[in-house]
T-cell receptor, first 116, second 115 residues
């Protein structure tokens, strides 16, 4: 099936640890995104990439890092510098970057990260 | 600052009834408006996308309307089913402003359908 696969679904992080969330898509999309969702809040953009080997900071990039070495993959690392990482993380992709109506954004199933 | 306000925050209705969710935005300039459905603990799924020139768009029992003059949109759900229980997110897209991806997300309306 075509789609976006995020793993793991649930992840626990100890204080001071870095953790990496995986995101893989087989939709042949150029653009990929990472969002953070907190209870009662709208989605906030962490990082996005419009093409392989290139990515840009979103609105809340501090404490996070990404790489885009392959078109299909866009992993997100939550570093120890992120002081409040407990949240629901959503990976997404679209045919291309941009805000046009033809550019539907498709989301993965999300990953829950909890600091213990 | 670009903003998207959704109302009500939460809504409970009986199965089979209709309901309407509201979305007001201050995003300018405007490119398009999107409605997503998000089941608890899952990723959002696109319902509709409307451009400036479109007044209404349907997807099964879901009908979205857009008034670009008043910057208001609504999502009407007809003959609700238990599976409609979810959060509904309004997203406004703009070529400039908003988030770095050009999108401004509302906080969502949490809809519960009771049998």
């Amino acid at each position: 099936d075509g789609g976006i696969t995020q793993s793991p679904k649930y992840l626990f992080r100890k204080e001071g640890q870095n953790v990496t969330l995986s995101c893989e898509q087989n939709l042949n999309h150029d653009a990929m995104y990472w969002y953070r969702q907190d209870p009662g809040q709208g989605l906030r953009l962490i990082y996005y990439s419009q093409i392989v080997n290139d990515f840009q900071k979103g609105d809340i990039a501090e404490g996070y890092s990404v790489s885009r070495e392959k078109k299909e993959s866009f992993p997100l690392t939550v570093t120890s510098a992120q002081k409040n990482p407990t949240a629901f993380y959503l990976c997404a992709s679209s045919t291309s970057g941009g805000t046009g109506a033809g550019n539907t954004i498709y989301f993965g199933e999300g990953s829950w990260l909890t600091v213990v | 600052k670009n903003q998207v306000e959704q109302s009500p925050q939460s809504l409970i209705i009986l199965e089979g009834k209709n309901c309407t969710l509201q979305c007001n935005y201050t995003v300018s300039p405007f490119s398009n408006l999107r409605w997503y459905k998000q089941d608890t603990g899952r990723g959002p799924v696109s319902l509709t996308i409307m451009t400036f020139s479109e007044n209404t768009k349907s997807n099964g029992r879901y009908t979205a309307t857009l008034d670009a003059d008043t910057k208001q949109s609504s999502l009407h759900i007809t003959a609700s089913q238990l599976s409609d229980s979810a959060s509904y997110i309004c997203v406004v897209s703009a070529p400039t402003g908003g988030g770095a991806d050009g999108l401004t997300f509302g906080k969502g309306t949490h809809l519960i359908i009771q049998p």
